[in-house]
């Protein structure tokens, strides 16, 4: 399985943006990047997810680079309770699909009032 | 329309015994996978199940095994319980099979004696 490289942790303001890198310099070609978020004492929840192009939805933005070799999610104004920890994932399109996620150590966030 | 639930939400038992966690996926979703969550190794995939078949597998011991019936419903079963097996045991559910969003339940803390 692919991995990714994520910092340990991140602190950040409330209301300002935020930007959390990740590295996944084997990823190929058919490998989606895929963010989670973990909050305390809660499941995963879907961040966002995408494959070349930058995606943004209601929750977070993911800009990908152009040799896809790392991504940065952004949250545009962070609030406490995007206190989390954010997970980026690998995810290839394998023959009959697989739901199988695997989950690094993962960046954990720390928003400050 | 409601999330995915799991029951029981805390359990403890006593080394040797063994353990049946319950998933109720969200209605229409076909996929299930469970993980395990510890502090030590962090969340690791166990199986996945799709149309009451078993998918997809990660690296744990035998004593671990799962089903999944006709309505979608899934349990996960651990034998033979070690200390070892404490852990959160989270349930996801996804509408098929491939690079979707899956949705993950708040989980079972299970904790052994």
């Known amino acids: 399985d692919a991995k990714t490289t994520q910092p340990n942790s991140m602190e950040s303001n409330e209301e300002e943006p935020v930007h959390l890198p990740c590295n996944h310099s084997?990823?190929?070609?058919?490998?989606?990047i895929h963010w989670y978020r973990q909050l305390p004492s809660q499941g995963p929840e879907y961040v966002i997810h995408g494959l070349t192009s930058n995606v943004n939805n209601r929750m977070a933005s993911l800009a990908i680079a152009e040799d896809r070799k790392s991504s940065t999610l952004i949250l545009h104004r962070a609030t406490l309770r995007d206190a989390a920890v954010y997970y980026c994932i690998l995810r290839g399109v394998t023959q009959g699909g697989s739901e199988k996620l695997v989950f690094g150590k993962g960046t954990k966030l720390t928003v400050n009032p | 329309k409601a999330g995915v639930t799991q029951t029981p939400r805390y359990l403890i038992k006593t080394r040797g015994q063994q353990v049946t966690l319950s998933c109720s996926p969200i209605?229409?979703?076909?996929?299930v996978s469970w993980y395990q969550q510890t502090p030590g190794q962090g969340l690791q995939f166990l199986f996945e199940?799709?149309?009451?078949?078993?998918?997809n597998k990660g690296n744990f011991p035998g004593r671990f095994s799962g089903r999944q019936f006709s309505n979608s419903r899934s349990e996960m079963n651990v034998s033979t319980l070690e200390l070892g097996d404490s852990a959160l045991y989270l349930c996801a559910s996804s509408l098929s099979r491939g690079n979707n969003e899956q949705f993950f339940g708040p989980g079972t803390r299970l904790t052994v004696l």
């Open positions: 084997t990823i190929s070609g058919t490998d989606y």
């Open positions: 209605s229409g979703h076909r996929s």
């Open positions: 199940y799709f149309s009451e078949t078993q998918r």
